[in-house]
């Protein structure tokens, strides 16, 4: 039997209508929707870009907030030379305050961006912290090393042991040596250490002779025998000289000081001006020369007024204390609180008032009086109180007012009958009132004319 021919077919079943087509075509950028494409994609762009800059810029502030706080923790470091200590303080302050902030952020990509810029400027502050420690720890050290030489430097120049001296300029030349290992600053700085001490200590010998027997031929000496001009220029050590010699020569003279010694402040005048360093550099010179002779001048000009002046000064002690003790004389014999007849109000009142004018007509004195003797301070202040006792005694409470030397020097008010009478009040009052001639003797009748028609005058008033 022959067999049907066969085969497979790959269609699958299907319901679907087949399709028309034509041969129409559309483009899909000519509709008005399909228009509208770019532009809505702008208009999300934008946003999407104004949105991450308001986050920046939010992100921003806030870093900038926290970095204040953190270069404010720094500064607290500055002088604290132990680096690990500023880092790990740095650290327990800072720390909670990124917490602080971070932790009021709502939004999650502002945090994040807070977070990655704070762990930069992170990196920056640990290297502030470790570069100031180590300046704090080198200003500490230099401190430190300054405050041990200059103690070292005042041993020697206290110490007249020579042994002693060496065994200073030793333990200078260690500590220096010393330093400039700790700090690895090479030969050249170590050298010109070592040069520094040695004209320390050369300008603290010379100083300390200044003013004992050659003690120019003893400088000159010290200073040859350590080569010291291949260190120490002639300028500075002759500015040294000259300063050491300038304080030393005014120590000596003090106008007034009755321990003062004019005579060696000249010898030491003649000293300076005659000085010259070992390789013949002099040290009055240059712009030293206009300072020396004016120092010259005044110790020259002081030394002639200056025993008068002394003299003036222990007068003016001397008198201080007997004008004061005639002011204190004239005050008891008013007021005593424990004599019953003399502690009455009038009595202190009478003493206030002849003390104060006593103490006004002294200050007028002394200052009208300049070259006034001793004794004739004296006379004066011994017949002043005997004035004022004869003006004030028995005088009653109204009959006084404040004594000025001005405006009321009639400050007692005394009746015209009585006036008339009392022929000693009259001499008295015309003395303390200047009614004196040329030879001191007082003018009665001019006095008493002016003060008759003072009273007159009060009565009428």
């Given at each position: 039997?022959?067999?049907?021919?066969?085969?497979?077919?790959t269609?699958r079943?299907?319901?679907?209508?087949?399709?028309i087509?034509?041969?129409?075509?559309?483009?899909?950028?000519?509709?008005?929707?399909?228009?509208?494409?770019?532009a809505?994609?702008?208009?999300?762009?934008?946003a999407?870009?104004?949105?991450?800059?308001?986050?920046?810029?939010?992100?921003?502030?806030?870093?900038?907030?926290?970095?204040?706080?953190?270069?404010?923790?720094?500064?607290?470091?500055?002088?604290?030379?132990?680096?690990?200590?500023?880092?790990?303080?740095?650290?327990?302050?800072?720390?909670?305050?990124?917490?602080?902030?971070?932790?009021?952020?709502?939004?999650?990509?502002?945090?994040?961006?807070?977070?990655?810029?704070?762990?930069?400027?992170?990196?920056?502050?640990?290297?502030?912290l470790?570069?100031?420690?180590?300046?704090?720890y080198?200003?500490?050290?230099?401190?430190?090393?300054?405050?041990?030489?200059?103690?070292?430097?005042?041993?020697f120049?206290?110490?007249?042991?020579?042994?002693?001296?060496?065994?200073?300029r030793d333990q200078?030349?260690l500590?220096?040596?010393?330093?400039?290992?700790?700090?690895?600053?090479g030969?050249?700085?170590?050298?010109?250490?070592?040069?520094?001490?040695?004209?320390v200590?050369?300008?603290?010998?010379?100083?300390?002779?200044?003013?004992?027997?050659?003690?120019?031929?003893?400088?000159?000496?010290?200073?040859k025998?350590?080569?010291?001009?291949?260190?120490?220029?002639?300028e500075?050590?002759?500015n040294?000289?000259?300063?050491?010699?300038?304080?030393?020569?005014?120590?000596?003279?003090?106008?007034?000081?009755?321990?003062?010694?004019?005579e060696?402040?000249?010898?030491?005048?003649?000293?300076?001006?005659?000085?010259?360093?070992?390789?013949?550099?002099?040290?009055?010179?240059?712009?030293?020369?206009?300072?020396?002779?004016?120092?010259?001048?005044?110790?020259?000009t002081?030394s002639?007024?200056?025993?008068?002046?002394v003299?003036?000064?222990?007068q003016g002690?001397?008198?201080?204390?007997?004008?004061?003790?005639?002011?204190?004389?004239?005050?008891?014999?008013?007021?005593?609180?424990?004599?019953?007849?003399?502690?009455?109000?009038?009595?202190?009142?009478?003493?206030?008032?002849?003390?104060?004018?006593?103490?006004?007509?002294?200050d007028?004195?002394?200052?009208?009086?300049?070259?006034?003797?001793?004794?004739e301070?004296?006379?004066?202040?011994?017949?002043?109180?005997?004035?004022?006792?004869?003006?004030?005694?028995?005088v009653?409470?109204?009959?006084?007012?404040?004594?000025?030397?001005?405006?009321?020097?009639?400050?007692?008010?005394?009746?015209?009958?009585?006036?008339?009478?009392?022929?000693?009040?009259?001499?008295?009052?015309?003395?303390?009132?200047?009614?004196?001639?040329?030879?001191?003797?007082?003018?009665?009748?001019?006095?008493?004319?002016?003060?008759i028609?003072?009273?007159k005058?009060?009565?009428?008033?």
């Amino acid at each position: 039997m022959p067999k049907i021919p066969t085969f497979e077919s790959t269609a699958r079943p299907t319901t679907e209508v087949g399709s028309i087509t034509t041969g129409i075509q559309v483009s899909p950028t000519s509709t008005i929707a399909a228009k509208l494409l770019p532009a809505s994609d702008q208009l999300a762009n934008y946003a999407i870009k104004k949105r991450d800059n308001e986050e920046k810029l939010i992100a921003k502030k806030a870093i900038l907030e926290l970095k204040s706080e953190s270069d404010k923790i720094i500064e607290s470091q500055k002088d604290n030379i132990s680096e690990e200590e500023s880092i790990n303080n740095w650290k327990q302050n800072f720390t909670p305050l990124i917490k602080q902030k971070t932790s009021s952020i709502t939004n999650r990509r502002v945090k994040k961006l807070v977070e990655d810029g704070i762990n930069l400027e992170n990196s920056e502050s640990i290297y502030h912290l470790k570069q100031n420690s180590f300046k704090a720890y080198e200003k500490e050290s230099a401190k430190i090393y300054n405050d041990d030489i200059n103690a070292d430097v005042a041993k020697f120049k206290s110490e007249t042991n020579p042994n002693l001296k060496d065994k200073y300029r030793d333990q200078l030349y260690l500590k220096a040596e010393l330093y400039n290992e700790e700090h690895m600053l090479g030969s050249n700085d170590l050298k010109k250490r070592i040069e520094a001490i040695d004209s320390v200590l050369l300008l603290t010998d010379a100083d300390s002779f200044i003013g004992t027997p050659d003690a120019v031929e003893k400088i000159k000496k010290i200073d040859k025998d350590i080569n010291g001009t291949k260190f120490l220029s002639d300028e500075i050590f002759n500015n040294s000289i000259y300063n050491s010699y300038k304080q030393k020569i005014e120590s000596v003279a003090v106008k007034g000081d009755p321990n003062a010694d004019y005579e060696e402040a000249e010898r030491l005048l003649n000293e300076l001006e005659n000085f010259e360093r070992y390789n013949g550099s002099k040290t009055v010179s240059g712009k030293r020369e206009a300072e020396f002779a004016t120092l010259k001048q005044k110790i020259l000009t002081e030394s002639i007024g200056h025993d008068t002046f002394v003299r003036k000064i222990e007068q003016g002690n001397k008198f201080y204390t007997y004008q004061t003790e005639q002011q204190k004389l004239l005050e008891s014999s008013f007021f005593n609180s424990m004599i019953p007849t003399l502690n009455k109000v009038i009595n202190k009142e009478r003493a206030s008032e002849a003390s104060l004018e006593y103490e006004s007509r002294i200050d007028l004195y002394v200052e009208s009086n300049p070259d006034a003797s001793y004794p004739e301070q004296q006379q004066y202040a011994r017949q002043l109180r005997i004035d004022l006792y004869d003006k004030y005694q028995d005088v009653k409470t109204e009959q006084i007012t404040a004594f000025n030397l001005e405006e009321n020097k009639f400050n007692v008010i005394r009746e015209t009958n009585v006036i008339v009478e009392a022929k000693n009040i009259l001499i008295t009052m015309s003395r303390l009132n200047g009614y004196v001639d040329e030879e001191g003797n007082p003018e009665v009748i001019r006095f008493y004319n002016d003060y008759i028609k003072i009273l007159k005058s009060r009565q009428e008033g």
